[in-house]
């Protein structure tokens, strides 16, 4: 077997270590699942029992059971969210839990489920989790008090998003395993103190003594190294994985975030609920007008921004009427592949990166 490691290739060892990159014998071939078993592994590997630290994020409506299955099947952590492949309005615990069972028959290899702790069905979204054998959940949008304390009586791996030092400290308080810094370069709705990725996770790693996953703008082995040498133990990407065959967010979506540019996002809800979509007819309109609701209040959210109207863009294709969730690092999307693909960058791009930096 020709050695193709990160240590065989660089003459300095110290500069892996302080990067975090720990390859070793990284299989390449095609058709074969990158790494496997010969990746020393991070805590966050290690906690999730997965290869490579590369997480899906739990995309609203599109995080297809092939898609979650491709991602885990890689080496990463496929993560489903409730409303995949379901109808507006349609029932999110059957539904979940029927793409728990595809996805237990697609793959064998661990994946997760997202969990929006303010959902009013979210006891019984937990239940079914449970009982269809998760053992690895994303929380986000609420405090992790309202349930870490559920899951973890139930064996549940528990991370938390967070947009803030002050948010991490407490998720950590209250048991997670591992905290998930999404900076302001993320899709869709935002921390409203608008720290970004690169402020917001070295300063998080720094705050707790648990793993911290590197999220927003991230999108290639760029992002990746970057987020290793920031301190972080692995990261989290939405946009990209958009951005698969396997995913089944409408062609439309596809090619937009592909033709995007460095400004092709934009933030619009204001200040209270920063939202970041596509530079598309309604965001620009939103952008001039911002809410109508009054007070800017939740509700108005929901109603101009909220999971109706990124459906309409992200499986419907309308870009036009809805708004499309999207990162920041849109502009480094070049083109649609297949998730093998998107990690064979990821690993060989980063190897490339060390070199030149010894």
Same mark, same amino acid.
């Given at each position: 077997?020709?050695?193709?490691?990160?240590?065989?290739?660089?003459? &300095?060892?110290?500069?892996?270590?302080?990067?975090?990159?720990?390859?070793?014998?990284?299989?390449?071939?095609?058709?074969?699942?990158?790494? +496997?078993?010969?990746?020393?592994?991070?805590?966050? $590997?290690?906690?999730?029992?997965?290869?490579?630290?590369?997480?899906?994020?739990?995309?609203?409506?599109?995080? &297809?059971?092939?898609?979650?299955?491709?991602?885990?099947?890689?080496?990463?952590?496929?993560?489903?969210?409730?409303?995949? *492949?379901?109808?507006?309005?349609?029932?999110?615990?059957? &539904?979940?839990?029927?793409?728990?069972?595809?996805?237990?028959?697609?793959?064998?290899?661990?994946?997760?489920?997202?969990?929006?702790?303010?959902?009013? +069905?979210?006891?019984?979204?937990?239940?079914?989790?449970?009982?269809?054998?998760? %053992?690895?959940?994303?929380?986000?949008?609420?405090?992790?008090?309202? $349930?870490? *304390?559920?899951?973890?009586?139930?064996?549940?791996?528990?991370?938390?998003?967070?947009?803030?030092?002050?948010?991490?400290?407490?998720?950590?308080?209250?048991?997670?395993?591992?905290?998930?810094?999404?900076?302001?370069?993320?899709? *869709?709705?935002?921390?409203?103190?608008?720290?970004?990725?690169?402020?917001?996770?070295?300063?998080?790693?720094?705050?707790?003594?648990?793993?911290?996953?590197?999220?927003?703008?991230?999108?290639?082995?760029?992002?990746?190294?970057?987020?290793?040498?920031?301190?972080?133990?692995?990261?989290?990407?939405?946009?990209?994985?958009?951005?698969?065959?396997? $995913?089944?967010?409408?062609?439309?979506?596809?090619?937009?975030?592909?033709?995007?540019?460095?400004?092709?996002?934009?933030?619009?809800?204001?200040?209270?609920?920063?939202? %970041?979509?596509?530079?598309?007819?309604?965001?620009?309109?939103?952008?001039?007008?911002?809410?109508?609701?009054?007070?800017?209040?939740? &509700?108005?959210?929901?109603?101009?921004?909220?999971?109706?109207?990124?459906?309409?863009?992200?499986?419907?294709?309308?870009?036009?009427?809805?708004?499309?969730?999207?990162?920041? *690092?849109?502009?480094?999307?070049?083109?649609?592949?297949?998730?093998?693909?998107?990690?064979?960058?990821?690993?060989?791009?980063?190897?490339?990166?060390?070199?030149?930096?010894?």
């Amino acid at each position: 077997m020709r050695d193709s490691s990160i240590v065989a290739r660089t003459h &300095n060892p110290k500069l892996l270590a302080l990067i975090g990159v720990t390859y070793s014998r990284l299989l390449l071939r095609q058709g074969q699942r990158v790494g +496997r078993g010969d990746m020393k592994r991070s805590r966050v $590997c290690q906690i999730l029992s997965i290869e490579h630290p590369v997480l899906q994020a739990g995309l609203p409506w599109v995080s &297809n059971p092939e898609l979650v299955a491709a991602v885990s099947d890689a080496g990463g952590l496929g993560v489903l969210h409730p409303t995949a *492949g379901s109808e507006p309005g349609g029932d999110q615990v059957a &539904n979940l839990q029927a793409n728990i069972r595809q996805i237990q028959r697609l793959t064998r290899e661990p994946f997760g489920i997202a969990l929006y702790l303010p959902h009013p +069905r979210i006891s019984e979204l937990i239940q079914v989790a449970v009982q269809e054998g998760m %053992r690895i959940a994303i929380t986000y949008g609420g405090s992790p008090a309202l $349930c870490t *304390g559920t899951l973890k009586e139930h064996d549940v791996t528990v991370m938390h998003q967070v947009a803030t030092v002050r948010h991490a400290r407490g998720a950590e308080a209250q048991g997670v395993d591992v905290i998930i810094a999404e900076g302001f370069e993320g899709g *869709g709705l935002r921390g409203a103190d608008k720290v970004s990725t690169m402020v917001l996770a070295p300063q998080v790693v720094g705050s707790v003594s648990i793993p911290v996953i590197a999220s927003g703008g991230i999108v290639d082995s760029r992002g990746y190294v970057a987020a290793l040498a920031l301190g972080a133990q692995g990261i989290q990407m939405g946009s990209r994985f958009v951005t698969t065959r396997e $995913c089944t967010s409408h062609q439309n979506y596809k090619e937009a975030i592909v033709a995007a540019i460095d400004s092709g996002t934009v933030i619009v809800g204001g200040d209270r609920w920063p939202t %970041r979509v596509l530079r598309n007819g309604i965001a620009l309109r939103l952008k001039e007008s911002g809410l109508t609701g009054p007070g800017n209040d939740f &509700n108005a959210w929901e109603a101009e921004l909220g999971m109706a109207q990124a459906r309409a863009a992200m499986v419907d294709g309308d870009l036009e009427a809805g708004v499309a969730y999207t990162g920041a *690092g849109a502009g480094l999307i070049s083109e649609v592949t297949n998730v093998k693909e998107v990690f064979r960058e990821l690993l060989e791009g980063s190897q490339a990166l060390t070199r030149r930096l010894t």
